[in-house]
């Protein structure tokens, strides 16, 4: 398969050398002169590379955009009015009025569009769903979700856009729903007119959860704490072993008073993959086969949808209804 790879920084470089390792033909174009090096440093054949990315639009048959977040719904409308499947990561686009747009045309034109939200092709996350559906938590009450690091901030949009919709669109995965209402408080600490500290508060339907994301915390985390009426999983998806226990404890009540019972604690295994490789994989294999990804232009809407709220509450400092 041919594949237009658009932007080859340090995220489009993990993306370039896994595209080579699932023998796809790679097309880059990226206007760097680093990106050109890093582009020959791993075999991609010059005449492969350009600082355009209409050069190689007619010779391939999907395209996957790694740019900043202010340049997706561009390329990847143009991408869809050539007819191509279209990979793109997150977020689809930074307004929801674009994402619309794009997931219609996607249908309209019967396309593929996938978007990076890649916490859904980890391994962790397809134990974590069949634990929620066949029973074993209890009805979900509560989920909390911790990204947090000390880190360079991207430049392109703030850490609610940057890395609190990894746990938003996760969530929505988890529970199958989109939140109804939106509470958010973001914080601008370093002055640079985009936030760099989020709390994102989703109430669903039936169970709550809250999102928390920031540069400025000394250890990396990414966690996930699912709280259920039977039994309470975390998950630890920075830890390379032991990345899920599930504490069974409940709360009994005892006449006047409620006791804590702490239950069985299990520690699960889960199975070393990197979900990038099965997320672009899936993608591949979506185009060759026509099927319906795991993470379509419809759910990055919802997301960019609950992003959107996120700010609106965070300025107004009231709940969004989103219903």
């Given at each position: 398969m041919k594949i237009l790879l658009a932007g080859l920084g340090r995220w489009g470089s993990n993306h370039l050398r896994i595209l080579k390792m699932l023998n796809a033909e790679v097309f880059v174009a990226d206007p760097s002169r680093q990106s050109k090096k890093c582009a020959l440093e791993n075999n991609v054949p010059e005449e492969n590379f350009s600082g355009s990315f209409e050069d190689f639009i007619d010779k391939v048959d999907a395209v996957d955009i790694v740019t900043p977040a202010d340049t997706h719904y561009s390329l990847c409308l143009k991408a869809m009015q050539k007819g191509k499947d279209v990979f793109v990561e997150k977020p689809l686009t930074l307004k929801s009025s674009e994402?619309?747009?794009?997931?219609?045309?996607?249908?309209?034109?019967k396309l593929i569009l996938q978007v990076g939200h890649v916490f859904r092709f980890d391994p962790a996350t397809a134990f974590m769903l069949r634990q929620i559906k066949e029973g074993v938590l209890g009805k979900i009450q509560w989920m909390i979700g911790n990204f947090y690091g000390f880190k360079r901030p991207r430049m392109d949009a703030g850490v609610t856009w940057s890395d609190s919709l990894h746990f938003i669109?996760?969530?929505?995965?988890?529970?199958?729903?989109?939140?109804?209402?939106?509470?958010?408080?973001?914080?601008?600490?370093?002055?640079?007119?985009?936030?760099?500290?989020?709390?994102?508060?989703?109430?669903?339907?039936?169970?709550?959860?809250?999102?928390?994301?920031?540069?400025?915390?000394?250890?990396?985390?990414?966690?996930?704490?699912?709280?259920?009426?039977?039994?309470t999983l975390e998950c630890d998806f920075s830890s390379s072993q032991d990345k899920i226990r599930i504490?069974?404890?409940?709360?009994?009540?005892?006449?006047?008073?409620?006791?804590?019972?702490?239950?069985?604690?299990?520690?699960?295994?889960?199975?070393?993959a990197e979900p990038l490789v099965l997320e672009l994989k899936s993608f591949i294999?979506?185009?060759?086969?026509?099927?319906?990804?795991?993470?379509g232009g419809w759910d990055g809407y919802n997301v960019v949808k609950v992003v959107e709220a996120a700010y609106e509450s965070s300025m107004s400092g009231r709940i969004v209804d989103l219903a």
């Open positions: 994402c619309r747009k794009l997931s219609e045309t996607a249908e309209e034109k669109d996760l969530f929505n995965y988890l529970i199958g729903s989109v939140p109804k209402k939106v509470l958010a408080r973001l914080k601008d600490n370093l002055g640079r007119d985009m936030d760099d500290a989020s709390w994102v508060s989703l109430i669903y339907e039936n169970a709550e959860a809250e999102v928390r994301a920031n540069y400025f915390r000394p250890h990396k985390k990414r966690e996930v704490v699912i709280i259920g009426s039977k039994a504490y069974k404890n409940t709360h009994i009540r005892n006449e006047n008073t409620w006791v804590a019972t702490q239950g069985e604690v299990i520690t699960q295994e889960i199975m070393q294999d979506c185009v060759k086969n026509r099927e319906k990804p795991l993470a």
